[in-house]
């Protein structure tokens, strides 16, 4: 990775080409779109919104002229790359302007939350409108129903579910962003600034305000918001992880080990570093103040 970001340092044309290259492979593969993001991320860091605009410019026509020759999947009219650059750009602006991970960290949720209001005010019916949108993006051949969707309880957490994406999106993009920024011109300066992340604990009140208001319009509703506000105390989760085992020299491989558990039990790894980052918000593991 530290090869990948000199490459992209190098010069604009360099970071042109590797935010359209992944940006375009994301139309078919979606997961690449966060290193187009992360590249945009970088040159913002380091050379400011001017020059990141730039780059997204000429990267963007790139990516569009990939999907009028070879069409993505259905159900995305738009390349989703574009929505997360302008997320992306957002939360690297505010790290710029404050050097704080946390008000990063608290501007996503504030995005999330603001995805999932204005599902609500756009669409109206948010259940129904994804079971299509699910139907839409099956794979040819997919035997699927919509009678069936509309039985399955999960399709009421997807509004929910996508706002979380949305989230963690943004912000492994932001901090991989950061992460090779500090390569480059700061070694050991993302770690540092990383374990810091620590969110007020007057937010945890805040939330369950939002949630008793979420409970005047449906459940749904509440269940979206709570979905949010895992995804952000999922990341002071991680840096309470990571500051313990800095704190504690503890191996490696402590730090490792849930990393590996999100791929294979992500339904119970994400609720537990939530849990662990939102009760730092009270005890405090790492001692930073």
Known sequence: MRGLARFIMGGRVNAIFIAGFFGSMSLYFLPLAIFSGATLG?????????????????????????????????????????????????????????????????????????????????????????????????????????????????TRLTNGLMAMFVGFATMFTVLFARWMQSVLYNPGGFANEFIRLRLPRLLLSLLVLVLLAASAINQEVIAEFFMVAMMVYFFQGVAVMHGVSVAKRLHQGWVMAPYLGLFFFPIVIIPGLALLGAIDTFINFRNLE
Request: negative net charge; proline residues 5%; contains cysteine.
């Open 42 to 154: 970088l040159v913002q860091l380091r050379k400011g919104e001017s020059e990141s605009i730039q780059v997204a410019l000429i990267a963007g026509l790139l990516i569009v002229i990939t999907l009028l020759i070879s069409p993505s999947r259905p159900g995305f009219p738009f390349p989703v790359v574009f929505a997360l650059w302008l997320t992306v750009s957002f939360a690297v602006w505010v790290l710029r302007v404050t050097m704080s991970q946390t008000l990063v960290l608290l501007s996503v949720g504030l995005i999330c939350s603001l995805f999932i209001v204005a599902m609500h005010l756009a669409v109206g019916d948010v259940v129904a409108w994804w079971r299509e949108w699910l139907i839409i993006t099956q794979p040819p051949g997919g035997e699927v129903k919509i009678d069936k969707f509309g039985e399955d309880e999960w």
